[in-house]
């Protein structure tokens, strides 16, 4: 079992930047990719960004690309989600996610999410 706890999620005004946090516990050996998803109110959840557990590579929704960055400090096993020149539009509940493939993978385990809300 994985154990997935964000943190960071708080009231910006737009422009601003924040810094979400997931921390992985457990079984972080079986893990092969991380992954960012957000849902707002009314909508369904969207995939923000993504990468494996061990590599370089790094996938965005379009609407992020250029103000996400997804990164992970492997020494304290945390995967962070670094947002830049905030929108309205990026107010949601930010889930992170683990699953145990890279390829072709299936989100198994989430966290309990953390709300981002940017005001005007």
């Not at 960004?49 to 929704?61: D, K, V």
């Not at 400090?73 to 493939?101: F, R």
């Amino acid at each position: 079992q994985v154990q997935l706890v964000e943190s960071g999620g708080e009231l910006v005004q737009v422009g601003g930047s924040l810094r979400l946090s997931c921390a992985a516990s457990g079984r972080t050996d079986s893990i092969g990719a991380m992954a960012w998803f957000r849902q707002a109110p009314g909508k369904e959840r969207e995939f923000v960004a993504s990468r494996p557990w061990n590599g370089a590579n790094q996938y965005y929704t379009d609407s992020v690309k250029g103000r996400f960055t997804i990164s992970k400090d492997n020494a304290k096993n945390t995967v962070y989600l670094q947002m830049n020149n905030l929108k309205p539009e990026d107010t949601a509940v930010y889930y992170c996610a683990a699953a145990q493939s890279w390829v072709s993978p299936s989100y198994d385990y989430w966290g309990q999410g953390t709300q981002v809300t940017v005001s005007s």
